[in-house]
Each structure stands twice: as C-alpha cells, then as structure tokens.
C-alpha cells in the first residue's frame, strides 16, 4: 500500500525573501510561513491570500507555530521568541531569555496541562 500525495502546486508568493517554515494551524484553514524577511504571514488556504502579516523580529524568522488557532509562537535569529495574537497581530510577549538562534519552536501536548511550547536552541538546549 503506497501512501497518496495530492500535488496543490500553488504560489503563496508574498514574503521578499527566503521562507524557512511553513506550517498548518490547527484548523487546517490557514497556512503560517516565516521568513529571512523578518516577517510571520498567515494565509488562507483556500485563496492563497495573506491574511495577515507579522512584524517585529530584527532578523531571520526560523520557526513558528500555532497551537490553539488563537495564537501563534515564532522563533528567530534575533534570539526571541514571541507570542502573537493571531487575530488583532498584536505581540503579547516577548521571550529574551535565549542566548542563540531559536532553530525550531512545535507544542508538545501535555496529559496534564494545556499544550506547551518546546523551542531548540543553537546553544544546545531546549526550553519549555
């Protein structure tokens, strides 16, 4: 049994410099890509139009990541991490506490609490 790929080969062209992740949201209706531009864009999966687009990182966006379709968690070279309403684009916080490159930012669900973020570090570390 082979597994069945449906090609979409659509251009969700907008970020003005190169794309280092590109993720689903929950739902499943929007697509959240970071870039090198510094920018976090959501779009709609169905249009391929940007709904949305985030600023505030000073550097390359390497990751990011919704894990409730309410907010969303990107990592950078600028060595943040920041949590964004996804609604209104307002940052609600803004994590500093990284001494390198945040590599990858994915939510690890929790038996006993809600889903919580794991960022990788260049320094060798994890962060919860």
């Not at 970071?34 to 139009?49: A, H």
């Not at 690890?108 to 809600?114: A, E, G, L």
Request: net charge negative; with cysteine.
């Amino acid at each position: 049994m082979g597994c069945r790929y449906r090609g979409i080969h659509e251009n969700f062209g907008g970020q003005t410099n190169g794309v280092w992740s590109a993720k689903f949201t929950p739902d499943e209706q929007t697509l959240l890509s970071s870039s090198e531009d510094t920018t976090i864009k959501i779009w709609d999966f169905e249009t391929y139009q940007c709904l949305r687009t985030f600023e505030g990182h000073t550097r390359a966006v390497i990751s990011v990541v919704s894990p409730d379709d309410c907010v969303l968690a990107s990592g950078a070279t600028d060595q943040t991490v920041r949590i964004w309403d996804m609604k209104t684009g307002e940052c609600l916080r803004i994590l500093t506490d990284h001494t390198r490159w945040i590599f990858a930012i994915t939510k690890i669900h929790s038996p006993v609490k809600s889903p919580i973020l794991a960022s990788s570090i260049e320094d060798q570390t994890i962060r919860l």
